[in-house]
């Protein structure tokens, strides 16, 4: 079946850097729409960053210039480099892919925090 692995969570302090990985199985990341979306406690899930088969890339505001999504078609695997971290970011982060079907990844969680 097909399987998004996220990995790459982890506490920082403000001001500092994480790279999110996702791992995709049985799927074709460069076929696919591929997501970084994040949810934080009491909050709605929300799209952060989005990558088209055609390289179309998509940052929401609260993230632009800050994080980058990208991809490595011969590892099938879609990347979400996150830098100047802020408090705010903290939140479970889920990779999505968009085939015709929808997939999520299981979430790793990112805490930003001194």
């Known amino acids: 079946q097909v399987q998004l692995v996220e990995s790459g969570g982890g506490l920082v302090q403000p001001g500092g850097s994480l790279r999110l990985s996702c791992a995709a199985s049985r799927i074709a990341v460069r076929l696919s729409v591929m997501n970084w979306y994040r949810q934080a406690p009491g909050n709605q899930r929300e799209l952060v960053a989005q990558?088209?088969?055609?390289?179309?890339?998509y940052h929401a505001d609260s993230v632009k210039g800050r994080f980058t999504i990208s991809r490595d078609n011969a590892k099938n695997m879609v990347y979400l480099q996150m830098n100047s971290l802020k408090p705010e970011d903290t939140a479970v982060y889920y990779c999505?892919?968009?085939?015709?079907?929808?997939?999520w990844g299981q979430g790793t969680q990112v805490i930003v925090s001194s």
């Open positions: 990558i088209t088969p055609g390289s179309t890339t």
């Open positions: 999505n892919a968009q085939t015709g079907s929808e997939y």
